[in-house]
């Protein structure tokens, strides 16, 4: 496959970020690390072989980038207002630098997919929710949808705006909603070991979306599926097979189908 390496000074961030590409073609998955993590980090835990034959078969490029958890969630020597501000600015380097590259990178004009684990999985999720105009949905795994282990519970009115389910509860604006309808969505966690909260956040998105209804696969995995790199492996094709197809499926009948 196609593999190049990227770096460049972020204004957002007043740091270099880095990102690696492998592939040229098809649908763009954009793939946030865990928490703290690494662009390389897919790479390196076989995430990118996992879905080799979609990259290899000119269906799927994908872009992995790097985290910025260092500098705000984990910072504990700020404020958690402080926390949630640095944060704000990557979220403004991913909407105003990640996307416009992947779009100049990209041969295929689609939208792009979101996926993560860990608090990648929290990433790909919040990006969607806030920008449902520039993604065309995410693969969640073993993700969670609220902040209050980073904000020892403090709350104001950024870290409300990145906490899903703090903000979609009290959404109403019909434009997010009728977005959010015509997207790919799956929520996967597994029940084993470390996934007591990703289990307990995935019941709760998926009542606040079933309220609005808004289709979303919420799927749990059995008990033997710990919060792992093993199982990601095993997640992400499963789910993004059928998504890839549902997308081609769309492009040739120039209507949306949401296999979730």
Known sequence: MNISYHRWFSENLNQDMEIKVYGSKGVALLAFPTLG?????????????????????????????DSFDHQSWLNTSLEPAERARLHEQYATYIFEEVVPFIHRQSTDQVKILLTGCDMG????????????????????????????RFTDNFVDETIYYNSPLHYLPRLTDIWYLDLYRQSHLVV??????????????????????QEKDISCRVDFWGFEADHDWSWWRKQLPYYLKPILAAIASSENTGEMNNPT
């Open 37 to 65: 993590g690494r662009f390389y980090d897919f790479e390196n835990f076989g995430m990118i072989a996992a879905v080799e034959d979609q990259i290899e078969a000119g269906n799927l490029t994908c872009f992995t980038v």
């Open 121 to 148: 999985g929290y990433h790909a999720a919040n990006f969607f929710f806030r920008r449902p105009d520039l993604f065309a949905g995410f693969i969640c795994l073993s993700g969670f949808f609220d902040l209050q």
């Open 188 to 209: 996967c966690t597994g029940q084993g070991m470390w996934e007591r909260q990703m289990v307990a956040n995935a019941h709760a998105l998926k009542r606040v979306l």
